[in-house]
């Protein structure tokens, strides 16, 4: 989700407004003052990762559609710094995963943090139907009943060496696909689709066969 500091004195207007696809590159990709100020009332600060990993990698890839960086300055640790970089300035923008942006047990935008909607239409304000970040909840939903691509999203993906990996970390990565999908939610993920969590489990359980041979 693109997030800027809930303080933002242009606030009001960006979520009145939106960002479509182009905003979203003007104002995270490749930026000029030109640009930026056709987006902004006021000054703008991007974090962004250290590193081309994790939400930066994924947003960027949603975005432009490939693994160009975006613009800003570098936050060094991992996601949860991105956050925490915007609550300390108050011209501060940036990305990052549901379950940062969200406070997992009330369900509601974190404290200090502020969503930009994605004009999904891109009719130039954000519409009734279009204004679903109340909760986490109502994100996850969203997500569960379309399938609009507007919004960056991602797999998660477990990278592993088959030759080398042990039965008990098979064992685990079976149960992620299995019974851990029930705590997916919970935590800000989709669950996999039933189809696809079958096929990676056969995968899986074939490995695990190899193993006692």
Known sequence: MPIVNNKRTDLQLLQKKGFTQNDLKKAYFNRDEKKEKSLFSYPVVVYKRDKNVCASRS???????????VSGIFVSGDDRALSAALRQ???????????????LQTRKVADGIAIVPIDLNENGTI???????????DVLNYFSTTDNTVIPHDNVNVVFNKNTISKN???FI???????????????????DK??????????????KDKTK
């Open 195 to 208: 189809s696809v969590a079958a096929n990676e489990s056969q995968v899986v359980n074939g490995l695990k």
């Open 59 to 69: 947003f960027a890839e949603n975005v432009t559609g490939s693994q160009t960086d």
């Open 169 to 171: 970390s098979l064992d």
């Open 127 to 137: 519409d009734a139907d279009e204004n679903i970040y109340a909760t986490l909840d």
């Open 89 to 103: 300035d108050v011209n501060g923008i940036s990305y990052n995963n549901l379950g940062l942006v969200y406070n």
């Open 174 to 192: 079976n149960w992620i696909i299995t019974t851990g999908q029930e705590y997916n939610r919970r935590y800000g993920f989709l669950n996999l």
